[in-house]
C-alpha cells in the first residue's frame, strides 16, 4: 500500500517558535507538494519540489521554507510561527514517470495551531 | 493562469437524493482532471479522475466525464448514501516541466438519513 506519512497530527506552537513539519513517501516519487487547507479557501500551494534539492516556491510561500535532501522527504519549516499561520496542513506526492496517470497520493494532514 | 472553480458548498440532501456538483477549468495545456474526496480528519484520496476528452471517470457509484467543449468535469451520483458525507475537490494536473496539480475550492457535502 503506498504511503505519505506527515510526522504529526496535532501541533500546538508558540508564536514566534521555529516549527517543523515534515512529510515522508515511500513510493519513490519525485514530486512533492506542501498545501494549507483553510475554510472557504480549499488547497492553496505553498511550496513543491521535482527533484532532491531542488524547490519551486508556490502562491503562498511568505513565511515559509522548504529542504528536501533526500528524496523521500520533503521537510516544511515556519521560520517564526505566527497566529495567522494556524491551519491544516497537507502533504503530497506525485510519480514524474506516471505520465498522464498523475494522481497525487496525500498524508493524513497535520492540524497547526501557533498560539 | 490554470485554474478550477466548482460549486460553493455546502450540499445538504436526504439520503437516496440525485448529486451534481459542478466543476469547470482553465487550463493553458491539455490536463488530466479528477475528484478527490476528504472525509472528516483525513487527508485527500482519489475517487476518480479522466485523462482525455470524453473519458468517464467512475467509482463508488459516482462519475463525472471530461468535457473538453465546455471545459467541465461534473461529478454525479444516482443516489448518495449518508457516508458519502465528505468535503469533494475537483483538480486538474497539468506537466510543466513536473507535474502540479491545482485544487477547487472544495464542496462539503452533507447527507441526511
Not at chain 1, 494549507?36 to 511550496?47: A, E, K, T, V
Not at chain 1, 532532491?52 to 508556490?58: C, D, I, L, Q, R
Not at chain 2, 451534481?20 to 493553458?28: G, V
Amino acid at each position: 500500500d503506498v504511503k505519505v506519512t506527515q510526522s504529526s497530527r496535532y501541533l500546538v506552537k508558540r508564536t514566534g517558535e521555529k516549527v517543523f513539519l515534515e512529510c515522508v513517501q515511500d513510493m519513490d516519487h519525485e514530486n512533492m507538494f506542501w498545501y494549507r487547507q483553510d475554510p472557504g479557501l480549499g488547497l492553496r500551494l505553498i511550496y513543491f519540489s521535482y527533484d532532491v534539492k531542488m524547490k519551486e516556491k508556490g502562491d503562498i510561500p511568505e513565511g515559509y521554507s522548504v529542504s528536501r535532501e533526500k528524496k523521500e522527504r520533503f521537510s516544511l519549516i515556519l521560520e517564526s510561527a505566527s497566529t495567522n499561520q494556524t491551519s491544516m496542513y497537507l502533504c503530497a506526492s506525485i510519480s514524474a514517470s506516471a505520465g498522464l496517470n498523475t494522481e497525487a497520493f496525500f498524508g493524513q494532514g497535520t492540524r497547526l495551531t501557533v498560539v | 493562469g490554470d485554474s478550477v472553480t466548482q460549486m460553493e458548498g455546502p450540499v445538504t440532501l436526504s439520503e437516496e437524493a440525485f448529486l451534481t456538483i459542478n466543476c469547470t477549468y482553465t487550463a493553458t495545456g491539455y490536463p488530466s482532471l479528477f475528484w478527490y474526496v476528504q472525509y472528516p480528519g483525513e487527508g485527500l484520496q482519489l475517487l476518480l479522475k479522466a485523462t482525455k476528452a470524453d473519458d468517464k471517470g467512475s467509482n463508488k457509484g459516482f462519475e463525472a466525464t471530461y468535457r473538453k467543449e465546455t471545459t467541465s468535469f461534473h461529478l454525479e451520483k444516482g443516489s448518495v448514501q449518508v457516508s458519502d458525507s465528505a468535503v469533494y475537490f475537483c483538480a486538474l494536473s497539468l506537466n510543466t516541466g513536473g507535474f502540479k496539480t491545482i485544487f477547487g475550492a472544495g464542496t462539503r457535502l452533507f447527507v441526511k438519513a
